[in-house]
């Protein structure tokens, strides 16, 4: 079992709709989580970042993590073709260890 | 706040020469540096960890005489693939974190890199 396991996609979805992106992970040592936007050619993109168990909603975005069901969710309202990109969810142990531990990331296609 | 530049963003060589690539932290300082190569469709693959005035940590496989990598300020990495081979063709990352606890890496935009 990966560590990290990401649904890649792809996803479309019609302008507008609400996107639902998620991961799963089986070390319970984690305990923060980020998701990045990556467009083509480009480097990540850090969207949110949290730490723990709970809600965090930025703008159109709205990130959640339940630890105890070690599931992770970004949810994106009004879905705009610009926010069509590659989503990359993220974790780490935190304190000392910084190592990143990536999903494979979600092709999202947002059609106009 | 938190960008981080990478240059070049592309750069094409003959197999065998020497390729540096720069990742710089514009806007903070870097305790900590992460270097990153990534095949297409495939996710980020982690290489190397460096501090600042420390050797750099290089994860299992990464051979470190190909790969340099030089950490000399708290803004600026450098990663040198040396003796080049189209194999070594890929995109490399870098990402940068701030000093302290519970800091996000914050990415570069990559730097493509093809070996002739």
């Known amino acids: 079992q990966k560590e990290v396991e990401q649904d890649p996609g792809p996803l479309s979805v019609p302008e507008g709709a609400i996107v639902s992106l998620n991961c799963t992970y089986s070390?319970?040592?984690?305990?923060?989580f980020m998701w990045y936007r990556q467009y083509s050619r480009k480097g990540p993109e850090l969207l949110m970042y949290t730490y723990s168990s709970g809600n965090k909603e930025d703008g159109r975005f709205t990130a959640q993590v339940d630890k105890s069901s070690k599931y992770i969710s970004l949810f994106i309202r009004d879905s705009q073709p610009s926010d069509s990109a590659t989503y990359l969810c993220?974790?780490?142990?935190?304190?000392?260890?910084?190592?990143?531990?990536f999903g494979k990331g979600t092709l999202l296609t947002v059609n106009p | 706040g938190a960008v981080v530049s990478q240059h070049p963003s592309w750069v094409i060589c003959k197999s065998g020469t020497s390729v540096k690539i720069e990742c710089r932290s514009l806007d903070f300082q870097a305790t900590t540096m992460f270097w990153y190569r990534q095949f297409p469709k495939q996710s980020l693959m982690l290489m190397a960890t460096?501090?600042?005035?420390?050797?750099?940590?290089?994860e299992q496989g990464v051979e470190k005489d190909k790969f340099l990598i030089n950490h000399a300020s708290l803004t600026l990495s450098t990663l040198t693939v040396t003796s080049a081979h189209p194999e070594d063709s890929s995109f490399y990352i870098c990402?940068?974190?701030?000093?302290?606890?519970?800091?996000?890496?914050?990415f570069g935009d990559g730097t493509r890199l093809s070996i002739l």
């Open positions: 993220a974790m780490s142990r935190g304190g000392s260890n910084y190592k990143l531990t």
């Open positions: 070390n319970s040592a984690f305990q923060y």
């Open positions: 460096s501090n600042e005035g420390s050797k750099a940590t290089y």
């Open positions: 990402s940068a974190r701030r000093g302290g606890l519970d800091q996000p890496q914050h």
